[in-house]
């Protein structure tokens, strides 16, 4: 990588020597415009309005005009002023990382130190993340005044310019002022849907699709010439459906399961799921008739143990009436047997008599 400015970070009395390189880099296809009747090349030229001859870049200067005034502004003007000369990246402050709102950020560039001892570097590094703070800073970079901030990306210390606060656009959306209900079972089914997409960010799991392509298409032409066919080369493309998702919850649940599908999760684990919040929202209403009806419910189950405990007293005087009379019946059982031997008694004596 080659640095593109050289100057120091500082803090307090603290200097770090620095060097400033981008951090990222445009993977795009190179392409250039030609005319479509013969292939020549399209090319614009700096063309001068009143002589009507091409200027060259070293040539130009630019101007500012209002509309009744026009300031021409040279190279030597614009170099002259006091933040471009300024090679310093000065530490303004120090904030709460997750107080940096990510849509204010730009830019990216390392910081390598530019010393023979990288010890003040690795100072302002550590610090930076044992307190779990970032530094806002300011700095001029060709020929602007950038708000920045700086923080660690593994050893390096790392600077993200900022957006300056009227360069971010307020999002005012009449629709978003709208009173929305989302009942608890939509967002069951969203949050399900959610959890079936968890992962863990893996950037290079992810590639260009159109950048890839295009190379492809490009080593075709190269390879058969003008007689390219995009279906063999990319094979048969299915018409995108563009129809109007009606029932949300018909999608989310359509959405859940195709999803769980591509994991092996099994086609019918979303209406399971599905099946088991009806469950629950009966449950619960079934909970909800009985405490209406509690007072109810409770007399009827009074009413009930009294039976019970009649039925149960009635049978027990049964079973008491009935011992009694088998009690009574085996007492008077040896009585009657008495009577019995006596009256054969007599009848024999008589017998004897009359023999």
Request: glycine content about 6%; charged content about 35%; proline content about 3%.
């Amino acid at each position: 990588m080659r640095s593109i400015w050289k100057g120091a970070v500082s803090f307090g009395l603290v200097n770090v020597p620095v060097k400033l390189y981008s951090a990222t880099e445009d993977h795009d296809v190179p392409l250039h415009q030609v005319h479509d009747a013969d292939g020549g090349r399209i090319r614009y030229q700096r063309v001068c309005e009143l002589d009507g001859k091409t200027v060259p870049y070293e040539h130009i200067d630019r101007a500012y005009d209002d509309g009744e005034h026009t300031v021409v502004l040279t190279k030597e003007d614009l170099s002259a002023l006091p933040a471009e000369r300024d090679r310093e990246i000065e530490v303004v402050e120090f904030v709460p990382s997750e107080q940096i709102d990510p849509i204010m950020l730009d830019r990216t560039y390392y910081l390598e130190p530019d010393s023979k001892s990288a010890k003040a570097y690795v100072l302002l590094r550590r610090t930076l993340e044992e307190t779990e703070r970032s530094a806002v800073v300011k700095f001029a970079l060709r020929q602007r005044t950038r708000l920045a901030v700086l923080r660690v990306r593994g050893k390096t210390l790392v600077l993200q310019t900022l957006l300056w606060a009227d360069e971010v656009r307020e999002a005012d959306f009449p629709s978003l002022e709208d009173d929305v209900t989302v009942s608890d079972r939509e967002l069951a089914m969203s949050s399900q849907l959610v959890e079936s997409f968890a992962s863990d960010f893996s950037p290079e799991e992810f590639t260009d699709e159109y950048q890839a392509q295009l190379r492809r298409l490009i080593e075709a032409k190269i390879e058969k010439g003008e007689s390219v066919d995009t279906a063999e080369t990319f094979g048969e493309q299915p018409a995108e459906e563009g129809a109007e998702v009606i029932d949300l919850m018909e999608a989310l649940r359509k959405s859940v399961q195709e999803a769980k599908s591509r994991k092996g999760g099994g086609a019918g684990s979303a209406d399971q799921d599905e099946d088991e919040d009806e469950d629950g929202e009966q449950e619960a209403g079934s909970k909800g008739s009985s405490s209406k009806g509690g007072r109810s419910s409770g007399a009827k189950a009074s009413a009930s143990k009294a039976s019970k405990s009649s039925s149960s007293k009635a049978s027990s005087s049964k079973a008491s009436s009935s011992k009694s009379s088998s009690k009574s019946s085996s007492k008077s059982s040896p009585a009657k047997a008495s009577d019995d031997d006596e009256k054969s008694s007599r009848r024999r004596t008589t017998a004897r008599k009359t023999g």
